[in-house]
T-cell receptor, first 118, second 114 residues
Framework: AQKVTQAQTEISVVEKEDVTLDCVYE???????LFWYKQPPSGELVFLIR????DEQNEISGRYSWNFQKSTSSFNFTITASQVVDSAVYFC???????????????WGLGTSLAVNP | NAGVTQTPKFRVLKTGQSMTLLCAQD?????MYWYRQDPGMGLRLIHY???????AKGEVPDGYNVSRLKKQNFLLGLESAAPSQTSVYFC?????????????FGPGTRLTVL
């Protein structure tokens, strides 16, 4: 069965600190996709990144970076020099394709609430 | 583009009342979804649609009905509201299947059932 675990329920940091949000997944599919979404206090979820199982390159976008490691089934998200505007709930999600090529539904983690304090 | 919009933003119902939540998207997306978000439960899929005129059940469909008569609209109905349906409801859309397509979310509807 597919599963996404975000073990950190809440994280609190002081502005300018680096912070890493963990995402561990379980799947037997060889083709799968991992996502990160951000939900700021305003409530609307915003897509951040998508990774497929065949692309293990790490991704950097400004202060955001993602470390995809198939060996440990993890897709961790790091914010460098955090800012108050980074305060949000961050969700990791997993989907995939079974052996017959059928698309699976998206499985969501429970989210990590990040508070960046001035 | 407005993206995904939801109506209303807030609503309070009494047990047994009915209501319809409206979701509209202007991105010509084929797929649309209704989720509910509850504390400690994350996002749970209620119903979804893979195109105009189609609907399918998600993870928690009981007590809800949906319709997709037009490609740009996806309606979520509560026929007889119950306190357990107090939640924040999100609509989303995607160009293609959620397996590999990002979803675009609406601002949410906060529903309280007394």
């Amino acid at each position: 069965a597919q599963k996404v675990t975000q073990a950190q329920t809440e994280i609190s940091v002081v502005e300018k600190e680096d912070v890493t949000l963990d995402c561990v997944y379980e799947t037997r599919d060889t083709t799968y996709y991992l996502f990160w979404y951000k939900q700021p206090p305003s409530g609307e979820l915003v897509f951040l990144i998508r990774r497929n199982s065949f692309d293990e390159q790490n991704e950097i976008s400004g202060r955001y970076s993602w470390n995809f490691q198939k060996s440990t089934s993890s897709f961790n998200f790091t914010i460098t020099a955090s800012q108050v505007v980074d305060s949000a709930v961050y969700f990791c999600a997993l989907s995939g394709m079974d052996g017959a090529g059928n698309n699976r539904k998206l499985i969501w983690g429970l989210g990590t609430s990040l508070a960046v304090n001035p | 583009n407005a993206g995904v919009t939801q109506t209303p933003k807030f609503r309070v119902l009494k047990t047994g009342q009915s209501m319809t939540l409206l979701c509209a998207q202007d991105m010509n997306h084929e797929y649309m979804y209704w989720y509910r978000q509850d504390p400690g439960m994350g996002l749970r899929l209620i119903h979804y649609s893979v195109g105009e005129g189609t609907t399918a059940k998600g993870e928690v469909p009981d007590g809800y009905n949906v319709s997709r008569l037009k490609k740009q609209n996806f309606l979520l109905g509560l026929e007889s509201a119950a306190p357990s349906q107090t939640s924040v409801y999100f609509c989303a859309s995607s160009l293609g299947h959620e397996t590999y397509n990002e979803q675009f979310f609406g601002p949410g509807t906060r529903l309280t059932v007394l």
